[in-house]
């Protein structure tokens, strides 16, 4: 079955929301509660001081230098291809 995403409004400790859901009655269903900042949102939940302080972290760049990471999707792939000679090794 595909996700659905509503939004709603806690009353008297209930959620209600804006129109009803087209489930069939007795669907078990997980719930996961995220509250919304109404004031902003359409704005990102980083601050430019957070993403600031993030660029100059002693970890943000620190493997710049490292020849083997120079193409990124290569060194994945070797790492995984490690991976994978781990599980089908046979001794």
């Not at 669907?27 to 919304?36: A, D, H, L, M, N």
């Not at 993030?54 to 990471?69: H, K, L, Y």
């Amino acid at each position: 079955m595909a996700l659905i995403i509503e939004q709603g409004e806690i009353n008297n400790g209930g959620i209600v929301l804006s129109k009803p859901l087209s489930l069939p009655e007795g669907t078990k269903v997980r719930i996961q509660i995220e509250p919304i900042d109404t004031d902003d949102d359409n704005q990102s939940t980083t601050s430019d001081d957070e993403n600031e302080d993030f660029a100059n972290s002693s970890f943000f760049g620190m493997w710049a230098d490292r020849e083997d990471m120079r193409d990124s999707v290569a060194w994945v792939r070797k790492q995984r291809e490690k991976w994978l000679e781990r599980i089908t090794r046979t001794e």
